[in-house]
C-alpha cells in the first residue's frame, strides 16, 4: 500500500488508518470525525492530502494539450490562476476532475485525484502525441496540505513571508512556508476559506508539526478522511468514484458551468452538444431524509414501486445536524421539492429534492 511521507506521524498522533484507493490515510484522529467537521466549520482544520497527484504539462503547445483534454476554458487563466474543470472521455464524461494551475502560457500545473494519478498522467499521455508539450508525473516530487477553516490564514500567515491576504480565491502564489520553497494556493475541498500547500516530501514532518503548533491557539486539530467527505458533501462537491465517473457525463453531474462548448473542439464535446440537444434523461440531485435514519451511499432510490436510482454519497451533516445526501434521479423527478423514497436495508425512508449546496459559507 502507498504512504504519504507523513504516514508514522498520523499513527503517533492516534490517526485510524484505511485503505483509501490503495493509499494507507488516516480517516480519523482522536477526536472524532463531528469534532473534526465542526473545527473546520467554525475555526481551523488540517489535512494531509499528499497522496493527490501532480502532472505538469509545459511547452509552446501547453494550453492546446490542456484545452484539448479538458471541459473548462483554460485560455482564460491569467498566470497564478486556478480552474477547476474536468478530464475527459469522448463520451462527454469524466477520467477525472482537476484543477488547472497556469504559472505561464507554456507551462500548467494539474493537481488530480490521488486513485486516478497514474490513469491520468497516462490518459494524458496517450493524447500528447502531435502536440509541441513536454508531461511530466511529479507526484513523487510534492507534500501537500490543506488548512482550512475561517482561522486558517491566521494561523498560516506568521509562517510565510507572502501577503496570504493578497492572494484571492482560485489564485496561487510560490514562496515560502517555515523557510521551505511552497506553491501556496487559495483553495480547498470543503467549502470554507483555506489554502493548500506543495512542497518537497522531505520537509513534511517538520512542515506538520510548525504548523500544528502554530494552529492550536486558534483550535486547529488534525483531520481525516471522513471529515474531509462530510464536509466535502454539505458543500456539495463531487467525489470521483460517486458522483462522476466514466459513465456520468458533465452535464448529468450538474457541472455544466465547467462545460464550455465554445471554446472550440475538446474531447466530449460532441457528445456534450448532442446531450444537450437531446435534454437529459437523468441529474444529479441534493436529498434531504424526511424520516429518522441515514441513507448511505449505494443504497436504492425509489419512485412508488420503481427503483429509479441510487444515492451517490449519503451521511448525516454534522454542521446543518441533517441527514442529506446526492443521487441521479430521472428529469422528470428532480425538481426541487420532489418527494422520492430510499431503500435502508429494508426499510424506506422518506426523502425529498432540496436546493444546493447544503452548505454555504458566508464570504463577508
Same mark, same amino acid.
Given at each position: 500500500?502507498?504512504?504519504?511521507?507523513?504516514?508514522?506521524?498520523?499513527?503517533?498522533?492516534?490517526?485510524?488508518?484505511?485503505?483509501?484507493?490503495?493509499?494507507?490515510?488516516?480517516?480519523?484522529?482522536?477526536?472524532?470525525?463531528?469534532?473534526?467537521?465542526?473545527?473546520?466549520?467554525?475555526?481551523?482544520?488540517?489535512?494531509?492530502?499528499?497522496?493527490?497527484?501532480?502532472?505538469? /504539462?509545459? %511547452? *509552446?503547445? @501547453? $494550453?492546446?494539450?490542456? #484545452?484539448? =483534454? !479538458?471541459?473548462? +476554458?483554460? &485560455?482564460?487563466?491569467?498566470?497564478?490562476?486556478?480552474?477547476?474543470?474536468?478530464?475527459?472521455?469522448?463520451?462527454?464524461?469524466?477520467?477525472?476532475?482537476?484543477?488547472?494551475?497556469?504559472?505561464?502560457?507554456?507551462?500548467?500545473?494539474?493537481?488530480?485525484?490521488?486513485?486516478?494519478?497514474?490513469?491520468?498522467?497516462?490518459?494524458?499521455?496517450?493524447?500528447?502525441?502531435?502536440?509541441?508539450?513536454?508531461?511530466?508525473?511529479?507526484?513523487?516530487?510534492?507534500?501537500?496540505?490543506? /488548512?482550512? %477553516? *475561517?482561522? @486558517? $490564514?491566521?494561523?498560516? #500567515?506568521? =509562517? !510565510?513571508?507572502? +501577503?496570504? &491576504?493578497?492572494?484571492?480565491?482560485?489564485?496561487?502564489?510560490?514562496?515560502?512556508?517555515?523557510?521551505?520553497?511552497?506553491?501556496?494556493?487559495?483553495?480547498?475541498?470543503?467549502?470554507?476559506?483555506?489554502?493548500?500547500?506543495?512542497?518537497?516530501?522531505?520537509?513534511?514532518?517538520?512542515?506538520?508539526?510548525?504548523?500544528?503548533?502554530?494552529?492550536?491557539?486558534?483550535?486547529?486539530?488534525?483531520?481525516?478522511?471522513?471529515?474531509?467527505?462530510?464536509?466535502?458533501?454539505?458543500?456539495?462537491?463531487?467525489?470521483?468514484?460517486?458522483?462522476?465517473?466514466?459513465?456520468?457525463?458533465?452535464?448529468?453531474?450538474?457541472?455544466?458551468?465547467?462545460?464550455?462548448?465554445?471554446?472550440?473542439?475538446?474531447?466530449?464535446?460532441?457528445?456534450?452538444?448532442?446531450?444537450?440537444?437531446?435534454?437529459?434523461?437523468?441529474?444529479?440531485?441534493?436529498?434531504?431524509?424526511?424520516?429518522?435514519?441515514?441513507?448511505?451511499?449505494?443504497?436504492?432510490?425509489?419512485?412508488?414501486?420503481?427503483?429509479?436510482?441510487?444515492?451517490?454519497?449519503?451521511?448525516?451533516?454534522?454542521?446543518?445536524?441533517?441527514?442529506?445526501?446526492?443521487?441521479?434521479?430521472?428529469?422528470?423527478?428532480?425538481?426541487?421539492?420532489?418527494?422520492?423514497?430510499?431503500?435502508?436495508?429494508?426499510?424506506?425512508?422518506?426523502?425529498?429534492?432540496?436546493?444546493?449546496?447544503?452548505?454555504?459559507?458566508?464570504?463577508?
Amino acid at each position: 500500500m502507498k504512504k504519504t511521507a507523513l504516514n508514522e506521524v498520523h499513527r503517533k498522533q492516534g490517526g485510524k488508518m484505511v485503505d483509501f484507493g490503495g493509499w494507507d490515510m488516516p480517516v480519523q484522529y482522536p477526536a472524532g470525525t463531528i469534532a473534526e467537521h465542526l473545527a473546520v466549520r467554525t475555526a481551523v482544520g488540517m489535512f494531509d492530502v499528499s497522496h493527490m497527484g501532480e502532472i505538469e /504539462i509545459k %511547452g *509552446p503547445q @501547453a $494550453l492546446a494539450l490542456v #484545452q484539448h =483534454l !479538458t471541459s473548462n +476554458d483554460a &485560455s482564460k487563466l491569467a498566470d497564478n490562476q486556478i480552474q477547476y474543470t474536468g478530464l475527459m472521455t469522448p463520451n462527454g464524461c469524466f477520467v477525472d476532475d482537476i484543477l488547472v494551475h497556469r504559472f505561464g502560457p507554456d507551462h500548467y500545473f494539474l493537481c488530480v485525484n490521488a486513485s486516478n494519478s497514474d490513469k491520468d498522467f497516462d490518459w494524458i499521455q496517450s493524447h500528447a502525441a502531435g502536440f509541441d508539450a513536454e508531461v511530466t508525473n511529479l507526484s513523487a516530487n510534492y507534500s501537500q496540505l490543506a /488548512i482550512q %477553516g *475561517p482561522r @486558517a $490564514l491566521e494561523v498560516m #500567515q506568521p =509562517l !510565510t513571508d507572502v +501577503d496570504l &491576504s493578497a492572494i484571492t480565491y482560485y489564485w496561487f502564489t510560490t514562496g515560502h512556508v517555515d523557510g521551505v520553497p511552497a506553491i501556496i494556493a487559495r483553495t480547498g475541498y470543503t467549502g470554507e476559506d483555506g489554502i493548500e500547500i506543495y512542497f518537497d516530501p522531505s520537509e513534511s514532518e517538520r512542515m506538520w508539526n510548525k504548523i500544528i503548533e502554530a494552529g492550536q491557539p486558534h483550535g486547529l486539530i488534525a483531520c481525516g478522511l471522513a471529515a474531509r467527505n462530510t464536509l466535502r458533501l454539505e458543500a456539495k462537491m463531487a467525489l470521483y468514484g460517486h458522483e462522476i465517473d466514466d459513465t456520468t457525463t458533465a452535464f448529468e453531474a450538474d457541472l455544466a458551468w465547467i462545460c464550455k462548448l465554445g471554446k472550440g473542439k475538446f474531447l466530449g464535446c460532441d457528445r456534450l452538444v448532442e446531450q444537450k440537444e437531446q435534454g437529459l434523461t437523468r441529474k444529479l440531485i441534493g436529498f434531504e431524509v424526511t424520516d429518522k435514519g441515514i441513507a448511505r451511499d449505494g443504497y436504492p432510490a425509489f419512485i412508488g414501486d420503481r427503483e429509479v436510482g441510487r444515492v451517490t454519497s449519503g451521511s448525516p451533516a454534522p454542521f446543518l445536524k441533517k441527514n442529506i445526501g446526492l443521487a441521479y434521479l430521472p428529469i422528470e423527478h428532480t425538481a426541487i421539492g420532489t418527494k422520492f423514497e430510499i431503500d435502508v436495508r429494508g426499510r424506506r425512508l422518506a426523502a425529498e429534492v432540496v436546493p444546493t449546496p447544503f452548505y454555504k459559507r458566508s464570504r463577508q
